[in-house]
């Protein structure tokens, strides 16, 4: 049986690489997380509120687009191993204030220290000018992607 040709259609796609790719980061960074007892939700989390400096559970919820049910329980998950700490706000005694602990930072630390180690393993055929433009390039294309998602649902803030 003969093959169909494919009419004006680029010669290389890239979504099954980059499916498989992240099939083989995803599956490396749980191995090394499981040790550590986080999973890459814990890990997310973890960075959001190392990177803003803490966080609303509401915001956090919007941020990692999760349901707040959900959120809640991923923040009970983090505050039983003292990972994190929520407390009420003093601005609005409704809205809880999740803050990273020294323990949670230290944690995550050792995490992107597996990371980097994982990563460094599936990007070995790279050099560092190559993984820099590949960076690039990736958020290139997230911020493309985030920027048309925003215009098409112009009611959710991004």
Known sequence: MTSLPVVNQPPHRCGALLDHLARRLR????????????????????TVLRDQGGSSQQDLAKILEM????VVGLLNDLE???????????VDRRRHIVELTDVGAKLLAR??????????????????EQRETLYTLLQQVTSTTNMEACTEAASRPC
Do not use: K, Q, W, Y
Request: charged content about 30%.
């Open 27 to 46: 599956l490396r960074s749980e191995s090394v997380l499981a040790p550590l007892g986080l999973r890459p939700r814990h890990l997310i989390a973890l």
């Open 67 to 70: 349901d707040g049910t959900n």
């Open 80 to 90: 039983t191993e003292n990972l994190i700490e929520r407390r009420r706000s003093p």
């Open 111 to 128: 995490a992107e220290f597996a990371l980097a180690a994982v990563e460094d393993e599936v990007f070995s055929g790279l050099d560092e």
